[in-house]
């Protein structure tokens, strides 16, 4: 110790803050005065193993301590550290010097068995992620030590009281005094409140205590403990060690491992659910390493943030907005100004007082999406190191920053990410999600991903570890069982269809032939139509996977001639919410038809047999669609639907189309019944009003008849119309209630064969000349040149 320390006797308690960039200044500089022998730190001792990793270079904060149920990776427990804890700078300091560093928290393994038991070990420091609160616990009063410290110095915020108090003190000085104050005003609050209502913490710290005697007896007082502020009373706390070790008798176990993992400042704020959480990791982050103008160089990423986003900002802008903090921080007595004098400053400068950009502020810069890294060396499942090994060899690299990747499979690259992100996907470690391409893309030759890394998926890779050693055969093992414990066929299929995506080929025969039993077996046509589509959706991968689907193709034909034939019992008397889920069916399956047919002819057409069934499939499923427009048992809903089906493949004429409708709302059809034949004709958003918008005769009927619902049966049927027409963008209402204010009825019925009397871009035929107009346009954006082949 040295001569400032002279007259401290015993161990050298410093009380943090979790994640307090000061605490992790204040911690650096006691130590280097101190220079204790040994350094104590609160975590689980089962780490102490893994404390020398923290010096290889490759492991970055933010990262955590994992530990995990040896036989149920599901139960586990985070420990995190960011580069500003004082935990990983007296790590650190530790490990540079030399001297031995320990955890001395109670072990991961109590803590673990706890949670069996729905307990919540610790609210107020490390604790654990996904835990539920103690019932019992929760009932007493659980304090904030800082809030109320803060509330007793007469802030209403305690992150605005802990800045003034410890992230803007100057560390000259005497280095121990900080840690003395804050010791005083938590036994202040020790005795008012005792165990503050976490409970367990008599628990913990019994342990706590056991450890310090023993590092004591070892090291004499030259001893350096680093734990959350609210625990050292209870270390200065003079206890036999018999009461201490009843304390700890009988405590529930269970066995652990343990290991490191990635981390994220977006997991450290308390909005994500992290109880010692922060509200400003990334800001946090930034007072710890800006050694000088922290101001001045964080008004500076501001800018720079808003310039990568293409808003205009200045040197002006900067030079003003620290001004401005610096202004607001003297109006309000502030030593120096915090974050919330440099968002008013940003908001009022660089904002032009709005607080859409200023959330770009928050979420990119004061939580900030900093991830982690792990060296390879740390301990981890051989499904994590075999994911690690396909990240590092396609280039794949986790990151916590959303983001959208779009992936062409004709690339071996490209192919090989998307069948990781299918078999991780299968495994329950959802890394990526298939989303919407920007392009608006529908091919099969493309997939857009939606990206980002959570601390949590390390835990999914491990529980995932139960199924194999490598991504490929966990996979393979996880689809095989689903299948078998699918209960609907429909999940059957979905399964299918993803042991395609992810190129599984052992696990498809199983799934096929799981998926055969089931469909000779199931007799609900419900269960049916909303298996097929997933079904045929398979037959479409062949192509760019390369993968053999003919066993696919005859169960899917089947399939499809079971819905044809029991469709149409099916849909008689039924009520409204059966009918609404049966037409969905009735979609589905229509454009389920139009796969199935086109992969039938192609393989047809391969073996050169013709393409004949290609006819037979459709025709078949036309028939059926028939069928359902005009049967009178069958709903409004379906049969609407059904006549707009065949119009829109041809099958049905306009006159038709014009007649069904008329019949549908006849006088003898009661209002509720015709204004669902409407909503299946012309709603769903499936182009229902543009329909209307180029038919007025369409139009003219279903204006006609809405003018002669009775008034008692019209509030009956609006919130059904409300819903159909609501879902048109708002160019196309507009249209049609201009032609409806025109009449289109007597505007269709006065029409003549040109057209002359219909509005402007409305007639029965086609404007030859206004056609021809758009030609030398097209001709330029298609890059063609007149008279060639594609132009004719």
């Not at 990334?282 to 007072?287: P, T, V």
Request: glycine share 10%; net charge negative.
């Amino acid at each position: 110790m040295t001569s400032q320390d002279t007259a401290r006797r015993g161990p050298l308690l410093l009380g943090v803050r979790h994640h307090g960039p000061g605490s992790a200044r204040a911690v650096a500089a006691a130590l280097d005065a101190a220079a204790p022998r040994v350094v104590l730190i609160e975590g689980p001792p089962e780490a102490d193993a893994l404390i020398p990793l923290a010096a290889d270079p490759e492991l970055r904060p933010p990262v955590a301590l994992l530990a995990h149920v040896v036989d149920e990776p599901g139960r586990s427990a985070f420990w995190p550290f960011a580069a500003f804890s004082p935990e990983w700078v007296a790590i650190r300091w530790a490990l540079r010097q030399g001297v031995p560093a320990r955890f001395i928290d109670i072990p991961a393994a109590h803590t673990l068995a706890w949670q069996r038991e729905a307990a919540l070990p610790d609210a107020e420091s490390e604790g654990s992620e996904g835990e539920e609160p103690d019932q019992e616990a929760s009932l007493r009063l659980r304090i904030d030590p800082l809030a109320v410290l803060a509330e007793t110095a007469g802030y209403d915020d305690p992150e605005r009281w802990w800045e003034d108090v410890i992230e803007h003190r100057a560390t000259a000085g005497d280095v121990f005094a900080p840690f003395d104050a804050l010791g005083e005003a938590m036994e202040a609050l020790r005795e008012t409140y005792g165990d503050g209502g976490h409970d367990r913490d008599l628990v913990r710290e019994a342990h706590m205590r056991l450890q310090l005697r023993a590092a004591q007896k070892e090291f004499g007082d030259d001893v350096a403990v680093v734990c959350g502020a609210w625990h050292v009373p209870a270390l200065r706390r003079r206890t036999t060690v018999t009461a201490d070790r009843a304390l700890l008798k009988g405590l529930p176990k269970a066995k652990a491992e343990m290991t490191w993992v990635p981390w994220t400042h977006r997991r450290l704020s308390r909005a994500s659910g992290y109880g010692a959480g922060i509200e400003s990791p990334g800001w946090y982050g930034h007072l710890f390493h800006a050694m000088d103008r922290p101001v001045e160089r964080w008004m500076t990423k501001v800018a720079g943030l808003f310039r990568e986003e293409d808003r205009i900002v200045s040197s002006a802008h900067v030079i003003e907005a620290v001004r401005l903090a610096g202004s607001l921080a003297a109006m309000r007595g502030r030593p120096l100004p915090g974050l919330t004098e440099t968002t008013d400053a940003v908001r009022a400068v660089m904002c032009d007082g709005s607080d859409v950009p200023l959330a770009l502020v928050r979420d990119r810069l004061v939580v900030g999406d900093v991830l982690g890294e792990v060296p390879e060396s740390a301990p981890a499942v051989p499904l994590q190191r075999d994911l690690t090994r396909l990240q590092r060899t396609l280039r794949f690299k986790p990151e916590a920053l959303e983001r959208e990747v779009e992936l062409d499979l004709r690339k071996d690259t490209d192919a090989a990410r998307g069948r990781l992100l299918h078999r991780l996907r299968l495994l329950g470690v959802d890394w990526g999600e298939p989303a919407r391409s920007a392009r608006g893309s529908t091919g099969t030759f493309r997939e857009t991903w939606r990206m980002r890394w959570e601390p949590e998926l390390s835990v999914r890779v491990a529980e995932a570890g139960v199924w194999g050693t490598t991504v490929l055969s966990a996979a393979t093992a996880k689809a095989e069982a689903d299948a078998v414990g699918a209960r609907a066929l429909a999940e059957v299929t979905g399964l299918a269809e993803r042991c395609l995506l992810a190129e599984l080929p052992d696990a498809l025969p199983v799934v096929m032939r799981i998926l055969a039993d089931r469909a000779a077996l199931d007799t609900d046509v419900g269960h049916l139509a909303q298996a097929l589509p997933a079904l045929v959706r398979s037959l479409r991968y062949g192509d760019v996977r390369g993968t053999d689907t003919r066993a696919l193709t005859g169960v899917a034909a089947g399939l499809a001639e079971r819905v044809f034939v029991g469709l149409p019992p099916a849909c008689a008397q039924l009520d409204a919410d059966a009918a609404a889920e049966l037409r969905g069916h009735v979609d589905a399956v229509h454009g389920a038809v139009g796969l199935l047919a086109e992969s039938l002819a192609a393989r047809e057409e391969g073996t050169g047999s013709g393409s004949g069934v290609d006819a037979g499939i459709r025709g078949r499923w036309h028939r059926v669609l028939r069928v359902l427009a005009a049967r009178d048992t069958v709903p409004g809903v379906i049969q609407g639907r059904s006549a707009r089906l065949l119009l829109d493949d041809g099958e049905l004429s306009e006159e038709e189309a014009a007649r069904l409708m008329g019949l549908a709302l006849s006088p003898g059809t009661p209002p509720a019944e015709a204004a669902a034949w409407i909503e299946g004709f012309v709603g769903g958003g499936s182009g229902g009003g543009m329909l209307l918008v180029h038919d007025e005769r369409l139009l003219a009927l279903v204006d006609g008849w809405l003018s002669a619902v009775p008034a008692d049966a019209f509030t009956d049927v609006l919130p059904l119309l409300r819903r159909t027409f609501s879902a048109y963008e708002t160019g196309v209402r507009r249209t049609l209630g201009e032609l409806i204010s025109r009449g289109p009825a007597a505007t269709a019925a006065r029409a003549t064969p040109t057209g002359s009397t219909a509005p402007p871009g409305f007639a029965p035929h086609l404007d030859v000349p206004r056609a021809d107009a758009v030609l030398p346009v097209l001709v330029a954006l298609l890059g063609l040149e007149e008279g060639s082949h594609e132009y004719a």
